[in-house]
């Protein structure tokens, strides 16, 4: 578990510059996903200090004691090994309290919903559906795991796993997994020409001549693989977001949407041009903005603002000030504030007066360029995984730890159109 702090890029963000100490997104996401509730991790200045620590037992704390209190020199023979397995043992155990012995799986979902009928009824009416996930497995053993991803419906709750019949994908749905890496020259960076590996396995893509499961993939104990995958096919029989949006002035929208989806929308914005508005009510207690499911929420130009703003005011959460040298033991990374950066990127490099952070190797998440065409996109959390990861091979139910931003781009009636 590690990411790339030797070189440091300015990203701009709340009007100064941050040093986040990668250059490209993609690993501060897999660094987000690196961080697992209840694993931690030791610190490289304790390791330093335990190993001098052991070397002073094995060489003169060893021999000081058998010269000065035993005074039998050839007791070494019993006292040094004994030192060796009495040391590997407390730093096993040492090592299961602070990592134990649960298989945990940090897994991010971003979902994209075209709604159809679109321009000239190119959208069938089901409309499409864009789902990419990418998710880091921890394991507790030695093993090598298979790893297909099946995508979930949306607007239900989806069926329970059959652990004896094999998994089946959607009809008309094309899925791609493989491994996640960050365009980087640290250590396990794809920029690394120096790496060296201690687990070495080979892995294959199945079936034949596609991309839908890799076999044998090799996860040491204790140790992290991160994955990622695509999938692409029809949407819902029913649109997720039901909406009546009309244009009011040229960066502006009247209206109304309606929650369909079947779980509450959290924190949901209304994107459109350069302006994007905030829905729902605000928990009792919290900063969290909620739609409870069957909601309408109107569209209100009193919330609304800058969505370049909205994500600079964000980046401070994904992006600290200073670099982090302790990936695993760093501040928390809110996963859906970065996810929310990558996919408006665009709209915050192009109003930053310096270079913000770069996001080539996830660029295709980035749908700015649609509001330009007058697509409103409404963007939200929500407590349901539009995947799930069937994981050969697994010593026990994994625990996962989920987070689902949807993305729905919405029609705009523009028969009324204010002149």
């Not at 990203?11 to 040093?19: K, L, M, N, P």
């Not at 201690?198 to 044998?216: I, Q």
């Not at 029989?237 to 949006?245: C, H, K, R, V």
């Not at 859906?336 to 660029?363: K, Q, R, T």
Request: charged share 20%; glycine share 10%.
């Amino acid at each position: 578990m590690n990411s790339d702090t030797n070189s440091a890029n300015p990203a701009v963000g709340a009007g100064r510059i941050y040093q986040s100490g990668v250059r490209d997104l993609s690993t501060k996401l897999r660094e987000a996903l690196e961080q697992f509730q209840g694993v931690k991790l030791i610190s490289f200045g304790w390791v330093a200090f335990f190993i001098f620590l052991y070397i002073l037992l094995i060489g003169p704390g060893d021999y000081l004691f058998l010269k000065k209190v035993v005074k039998r020199m050839e007791l070494t023979w019993i006292t040094f090994p004994l030192i060796v397995v009495t040391v590997s043992l407390l730093a096993y155990y040492a090592a299961y309290v602070v990592k134990g012995n649960v298989l945990r799986i940090n897994k991010v979902d971003v979902v994209d919903v075209l709604q159809g009928p679109g321009p000239e009824n190119s959208v069938p009416a089901s409309g499409l559906i864009r789902g990419s996930t990418y998710l880091d497995i921890f394991s507790p053993q030695n093993r090598d795991y298979s790893a297909s991803i099946i995508p979930l419906p949306l607007d239900r709750e989806a069926p329970a796993s059959n652990g004896d019949a094999p998994p089946r994908l959607p009809a008309g749905t094309d899925v791609m997994v493989s491994w996640f890496g960050v365009p980087e020259a640290g250590f396990g960076g794809m920029g690394n020409r120096s790496q060296m590996s201690f687990s070495s396995g080979g892995y294959e893509y199945l079936p034949a001549g596609g991309a839908e499961k890799l076999e044998g993939v090799r996860i040491p104990i204790w140790s992290t693989k991160c994955l990622t995958g695509r999938w692409f096919g029809p949407g819902p029989a029913t649109p997720l977001i039901e909406s009546d949006l009309r244009p009011a002035g040229p960066d502006r929208l009247e209206g109304a949407v309606t929650n369909r989806v079947g779980v509450p929308l959290y924190d949901a914005i209304l994107a459109y041009n350069r302006q994007i508005y905030l829905l729902g009510t605000v928990e009792p207690g919290t900063d969290v903005r909620k739609i409870e499911p069957g909601a309408t929420v109107r569209v209100a130009l009193s919330q609304d603002r800058q969505l370049s703003g909205h994500i600079r005011d964000k980046i401070h959460n994904y992006l600290p000030q200073q670099p982090s040298y302790d990936a695993g033991n760093g501040a928390p990374i809110n996963r859906a504030d970065l996810l929310l950066g990558l996919m408006f990127h665009d709209a915050v490099a192009a109003s930053a007066s310096d270079s913000a952070v770069a996001s080539n190797a996830l660029n295709d998440l980035d749908l700015t360029g649609l509001l330009q065409l007058d697509r409103p996109m409404l963007v939200a959390r929500i407590d349901r995984a539009s995947s799930r990861l069937v994981l050969d091979n697994a010593p026990s139910p994994p625990q996962v730890d989920q987070t689902t931003l949807l993305r729905v781009i919405l029609p705009l009636d523009t028969s009324g159109a204010k002149k």
